[in-house]
């Protein structure tokens, strides 16, 4: 039996919704294909989500559960992804540049919540098993790993598949970055950077409505 769709993930899918709306009507309006990548980068931001909400159905750790965490890990990535498509964003003749800016953010957006919509959801069945130092640990390198594969799709072009397609590949690229830490400064740090960043919205987040309530009970 799947998961009643919580309050977060109906709003994400008007989110959506408002994004592709956007889109159509770009294409409309300039007669142009520009940013039709948005619908199957939107696709792959969602995918962790079922492997999410298969995990959530889980009570304890098992040999299932481990290989969907795996599935949901290997997909992650792709969520946060989708703000880096801000790198795509300049004037384009057809439409306002704010209409883009929007359309752009819109996409944004989505990706960051799709992905920490998972994470909690991933977060939970975690902090069931662990205590919360070791929850904040597991958490960290979900993470970190996350900002990791956005570098390699970003900047060197894998995706997903490439663990199964060339996993020779990255498993040499990933030795040669730990072995050698300082020819790979740029990759570093921005993995670092994009880590803490994306943890601090994450924990904003989670904790925003808790301190909502804290404020409103004093």
């Not at 960043?197 to 987040?205: A, V």
């Amino acid at each position: 039996m799947k998961p009643p769709m919580g309050k977060a993930e109906k709003i994400l899918i008007v989110s959506i919704s408002l994004t592709l709306i956007m889109l159509i009507a770009r294409g409309l309006r300039a007669h142009s294909t520009a940013y039709l990548f948005f619908p199957w980068n939107l696709l792959l931001a969602v995918i962790p989500l079922y492997f999410s909400r298969k995990l959530s159905k889980y009570q304890t750790v098992t040999w299932k559960s481990l290989l969907i965490l795996a599935g949901w890990l290997l997909f992650f990535p792709n969520a946060p992804y989708i703000i880096t498509d801000i790198f795509h964003f300049y004037q384009r003749p057809g439409v306002p540049v704010w209409y883009d800016l929007l359309l752009v953010l819109s996409a944004a957006w989505n990706g960051l919540i799709a992905g920490f919509i998972s994470l909690m959801q991933v977060d939970n069945f975690i902090s069931r098993h662990t205590g919360k130092k070791m929850n904040i640990a597991i958490i960290s390198f979900f993470v970190f790993a996350a900002s990791s594969g956005i570098y390699l799709g970003r900047f060197l072009r894998f995706n997903s598949w490439d663990v199964v397609r060339k996993p020779r590949t990255l498993a040499g690229l990933a030795f040669d970055y730990v072995g050698h830490p300082t020819e790979h400064i740029s990759a570093w740090v921005f993995s670092l950077l994009c880590t803490a960043l994306l943890l601090l919205i994450y924990y904003s987040i989670k904790n925003l409505p808790a301190q909502v309530m804290s404020r409103q009970a004093d």
